[in-house]
């Protein structure tokens, strides 16, 4: 009896965390954006590595689309050539966070000061 109410457990287990990685691989990126800082608070890390995530977030300062440099808005344009900067932001690392729209979809991309883009979760 014991062995069968592991098995259902593991069982159960297993399916919550595929339904949650499919629901992940199909969200837009503003939504994996917004379930990534909504995730951050609720997992069970150390109060070190959330103030890290906190700091990330409040990190950025918003400037003018105008004020990017020149290398990321043409790398912007070679990657996405469809895509329009509606805003943007900049790190004391000299990071840019840029809110971009492609037809209906809403994301953030992230670049250095060089147009290299920068992967964050």
């Known amino acids: 009896m014991k062995k069968l109410i592991l098995s259902a457990a593991i069982v159960l287990g297993s399916l919550t965390a595929m339904n949650a990685q499919a629901q992940e691989e199909n969200a837009t990126p503003a ?37 990017v440099p020149a290398a990321v ?5 070679k990657a ?6 509606t805003k943007a932001s900049v790190n004391d690392k000299k990071e840019y966070q840029l809110e971009v729209k ?19 979760n």
Not at 33 to 47: C, H, K
Not at 49 to 54: D, I, P, S
Not at 60 to 65: A, F, N, P, R, V
Not at 102 to 120: F, R, S
Request: aromatic share 6%; no cysteine.
């Open 102 to 120: 492609v037809d209906d979809k809403e994301g953030a991309l992230y670049a250095d000061e060089t147009g290299k883009w920068i992967e964050k």
């Open 73 to 77: 808005t043409e790398a912007l344009k």
């Open 80 to 85: 996405f050539p469809d895509a329009v900067l």
């Open 31 to 67: 939504e994996q954006t917004t379930q990534t800082e909504q995730a951050a608070p609720a997992a069970e890390a150390a109060p070190s590595e959330q103030a890290t995530v906190a700091q990330e977030v409040d990190a950025y300062t918003e400037i003018k689309t105008e004020e």
